[in-house]
C-alpha cells in the first residue's frame, strides 16, 4: 500500500552566520500507512517539530526526499507545495492561531472560502465539524469567549473541514491542563477510529503518547521505535 506519507534519508542543517550548521535531522525514514495514528515522542530541541513541518510541506529537508501519497514532493514548486498542503493536510498546533475577529464558525469556515466553496455552505460544513468536536452550543463565540481547550478543539475543526488526508498535530495539548490534554487526545482517538482518520501527534507527554497506536521517539536526529523506549518527560 502507498503510505499516505514517507521520509526517505531526510537531513536537515540550520546555518546560522559563519558558526557550524546544526544538524537537527540525521536520516530520518519514516512511512506513514493511511488510518495509521502515529505519536512521535522526543526531548525539547530534538527537532519534533522540525520533522512534522517538513512531512507537512512547511519546510523543505536539506538532503532526503518527502513523498505525499507516492508524489515525491522535493522537485515541486512551492505553489504546488501550498496545493497539496492545503488539499491533503490539516493542520494544529500548540497555539491555536484562531482569528480573534471571527467566530468559531467563521474561523472553521474562512479555510473552505478560501478553497472557493459559496459562503452559506461553508458554514453549513463548519457547523457540522464544530459539532463533531462537540461545540455545537458554541458556534457564534469568538476565541476570546471560550476556554483553551475549546479554543484547540476550534483548530482541530478547522484542520478537519475539509477532510484532510493527514493529520499533524505539533503538541497540541502543550497548553492545557492535564485532564483538558487527555480530553482532547480522546476526540483525536475517536476522529481517527470513526473516519479512519491518518494522524500524526508530537508530544514530550508519555502518557499522551501511550495512548496512539504508534510510537517512535526522536533523539539525537534519529528515531528509534517502541512503546518500551518510553522514558518519563524531560520537559
Ligand atoms: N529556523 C531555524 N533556524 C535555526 N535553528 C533552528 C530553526 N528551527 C529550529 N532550529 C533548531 O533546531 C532544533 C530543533 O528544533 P525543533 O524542531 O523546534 O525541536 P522540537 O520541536 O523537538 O522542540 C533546535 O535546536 C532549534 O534551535
Ligand atoms: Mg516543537
Same mark, same amino acid.
Given at each position: 500500500?502507498?503510505?499516505?506519507?514517507?521520509?526517505?534519508?531526510?537531513?536537515?542543517?540550520?546555518?546560522?552566520?559563519?558558526?557550524?550548521?546544526?544538524?537537527?535531522?540525521?536520516?530520518?525514514?519514516?512511512?506513514?500507512?493511511?488510518?495509521?495514528?502515529?505519536?512521535?515522542?522526543?526531548?525539547?530541541?530534538?527537532?519534533?517539530?522540525?520533522?512534522?513541518?517538513?512531512?507537512?510541506?512547511?519546510?523543505?529537508?536539506?538532503?532526503?526526499?518527502?513523498? =505525499?501519497?507516492?508524489? !515525491?514532493?522535493?522537485?515541486?514548486? @512551492?505553489? %504546488? /507545495?501550498?496545493?497539496?498542503?492545503?488539499? &491533503? +493536510?490539516?493542520?494544529?498546533?500548540?497555539?491555536?492561531?484562531?482569528?480573534?475577529?471571527?467566530?468559531?464558525?467563521?474561523?472553521?469556515?474562512?479555510?473552505?472560502?478560501?478553497?472557493?466553496?459559496?459562503?452559506?455552505?461553508?458554514?453549513?460544513?463548519?457547523?457540522?465539524?464544530?459539532?463533531?468536536?462537540?461545540?455545537?452550543?458554541?458556534?457564534?463565540?469568538?476565541?476570546?469567549?471560550?476556554?483553551?481547550?475549546?479554543?484547540?478543539?476550534?483548530?482541530?475543526?478547522?484542520?478537519?473541514?475539509?477532510?484532510?488526508?493527514? =493529520?499533524?498535530?505539533? !503538541?497540541?495539548?502543550?497548553?492545557? @491542563?492535564? %485532564? /483538558?490534554?487527555?480530553?482532547?487526545?480522546? &476526540? +483525536?482517538?475517536?476522529?481517527?477510529?470513526?473516519?479512519?482518520?491518518?494522524?500524526?501527534?508530537?508530544?514530550?507527554?508519555?502518557?499522551?503518547?501511550?495512548?496512539?497506536?504508534?510510537?517512535?521517539?526522536?533523539?539525537?536526529?534519529?528515531?528509534?521505535?517502541?512503546?518500551?523506549?518510553?522514558?518519563?518527560?524531560?520537559?
Amino acid at each position: 500500500m502507498t503510505p499516505v506519507v514517507e521520509a526517505r534519508e531526510v537531513y536537515k542543517s540550520y546555518i546560522k552566520d559563519s558558526s557550524p550548521p546544526i544538524e537537527v535531522l540525521r536520516g530520518i525514514s519514516l512511512k506513514v500507512q493511511q488510518g495509521e495514528f502515529l505519536a512521535i515522542m522526543g526531548p525539547s530541541g530534538a527537532g519534533k517539530s522540525t520533522l512534522l513541518h517538513i512531512m507537512g510541506l512547511i519546510d523543505r529537508p536539506t538532503r532526503g526526499e518527502v513523498a =505525499l501519497k507516492g508524489k !515525491e514532493t522535493n522537485s515541486m514548486g @512551492d505553489e %504546488e /507545495r501550498a496545493y497539496l498542503r492545503n488539499r &491533503l +493536510l490539516g493542520f494544529v498546533f500548540q497555539a491555536h492561531y484562531l482569528l480573534p475577529e471571527f467566530t468559531a464558525l467563521e474561523n472553521v469556515a474562512i479555510p473552505l472560502i478560501i478553497r472557493g466553496e459559496k459562503g452559506t455552505r461553508a458554514l453549513n460544513e463548519a457547523a457540522q465539524v464544530l459539532e463533531k468536536v462537540g461545540l455545537e452550543t458554541r458556534l457564534h463565540h469568538k476565541p476570546g469567549e471560550l476556554s483553551g481547550g475549546e479554543q484547540q478543539r476550534v483548530a482541530i475543526a478547522r484542520a478537519l473541514v475539509h477532510n484532510p488526508a493527514l =493529520l499533524l498535530a505539533d !503538541e497540541p495539548t502543550g497548553n492545557l @491542563d492535564r %485532564e /483538558r490534554g487527555i480530553q482532547l487526545m480522546e &476526540l +483525536l482517538l475517536s476522529l481517527h477510529r470513526e473516519k479512519g482518520m491518518t494522524v500524526i501527534l508530537v508530544t514530550h507527554d508519555p502518557l499522551l503518547a501511550s495512548m496512539a497506536q504508534r510510537v517512535i521517539k526522536l533523539v539525537d536526529g534519529r528515531l528509534s521505535s517502541g512503546k518500551e523506549s518510553l522514558s518519563p518527560s524531560r520537559a
